[in-house]
């Protein structure tokens, strides 16, 4: 059964820095696409990062030059680099999946004070 796990969430200040992670057990069979979305309260959850298996990145406008998503295939893990973090930043960010299937993580809380 396939799981995710995020953690490295936190409260930062303004300007700071956070790197997330994602930890994906079980076992994943061909190409697979991987992200970081972000909810705030009473808002649909975005997109903020994707990286596809074969390597191929998307960033939403708001985070380019800032953020960086990369995955460690060892590891099974899927990491978010935040940097220059701004208070509009402050949201639960979670980690997704898909395969034949969809899965989610239970989210993590990142929160940038100014």
């Known amino acids: 059964q396939v799981q995710l796990v995020e953690s490295g969430g936190g409260l930062v200040q303004a300007g700071g820095s956070l790197r997330l992670s994602c930890l994906v057990s079980?076992?994943?069979?061909?190409?697979?696409?991987m992200g970081w979305y972000r909810q705030t309260p009473g808002k649909q959850r975005e997109l903020v990062a994707s990286?596809?298996?074969?390597?191929?990145?998307n960033y939403a406008e708001s985070v380019k030059g800032r953020f960086t998503i990369s995955r460690d295939g060892a590891k099974n893990t899927v990491y978010l680099q935040m940097n220059s973090l701004k208070p509009e930043d402050t949201a639960v960010y979670y980690c997704k999946l898909v395969t034949v299937r969809i899965y989610w993580g239970q989210g993590t809380q990142v929160t940038v004070s100014s």
């Open positions: 990286v596809t298996s074969g390597g191929l990145t």
């Open positions: 079980g076992r994943i069979f061909g190409n697979n696409f």
